[in-house]
């Protein structure tokens, strides 16, 4: 069945650094894959989204690029705040109704 | 913006009692869905609602669970006789359109079972 694997956190940086998290799936046919992010004490909100193939999905300074060839889909920020610190989660839809998540990625932020 | 919200924020409960846990959708959205995450595990898929029925359910959801969407604006999910391990957090979600359409979340509702 359709799954996604993502890098186990925690994940601590200082402002201004480098963010990636990393993301890979296993799904059968074109998936489209999502980041959602779940801020202290609120719900999963959508981040980021691509449906096809090397589409790149952008939102808040974040990026990811839909990688057929490596089934990957690796969430980076070039300059954190302490604003994004926060759980993220990839997911995908496979051709139902349902969203697969990983695990979770939590980033914690310093000043 | 328009949002998904969920009553309540925390439930405490009994083992062996009954629960509603209570979502109204975004008002223009057309499907319905609930997950589940308990403490330390994946955001798990339960089941997807359509024009007033079951689209496609999880294994998860079993005979002890039932949705419905009981007048024009609210989605409920029940779960009869909780039991210990049903303790999570419940996510309620809506899409404008199905399975190529993005769903949005609610906050969420802490069930506790003691």
């Known amino acids: 069945g359709d799954s996604v694997t993502q890098m186990e956190g925690p994940v601590t940086l200082s402002e201004e650094a480098f963010l990636t998290i990393n993301c890979t799936y296993t799904a059968t046919g074109y998936p489209s894959l999502f980041w959602y992010v779940q801020y202290p004490g609120e719900g999963l909100q959508l981040l980021l989204k691509a449906t096809k193939a090397d589409d790149k999905g952008s939102n808040k300074g974040f990026e990811a690029t839909y990688r057929k060839e490596t089934t990957s889909f690796h969430l980076e920020k070039g300059s954190v705040q302490v604003s994004d610190s926060a759980v993220y989660f990839c997911?995908?839809?496979?051709?139902?109704?349902?969203?697969?998540f990983g695990a979770g990625t939590t980033v914690t932020v310093r000043a | 913006e328009p949002e998904v919200t969920q009553t309540p924020s925390h439930q405490v409960t009994q083992m062996g009692q009954e629960v509603i846990l209570r979502c109204v959708p975004i008002s223009n959205h057309l499907y319905f869905y609930w997950y589940r995450q308990i403490l330390g595990q994946k955001v798990e898929f339960l089941v997807s609602f359509y024009n007033n029925e079951i689209s496609e359910k999880s294994e998860i959801f079993d005979d002890q669970f039932s949705v419905e969407r009981p007048d024009g604006s609210n989605f409920t999910l029940k779960i009869r006789s909780t039991k210990l391990e049903d303790s999570a957090m419940y996510f309620c979600?809506?899409?404008?359109?199905?399975?190529?359409?993005?769903?949005?979340f609610g906050p969420g509702t802490r069930l506790t079972v003691l």
């Open positions: 997911a995908l839809r496979g051709g139902d109704y349902k969203l697969s």
């Open positions: 979600a809506s899409s404008e359109a199905g399975w190529a359409d993005t769903q949005y």
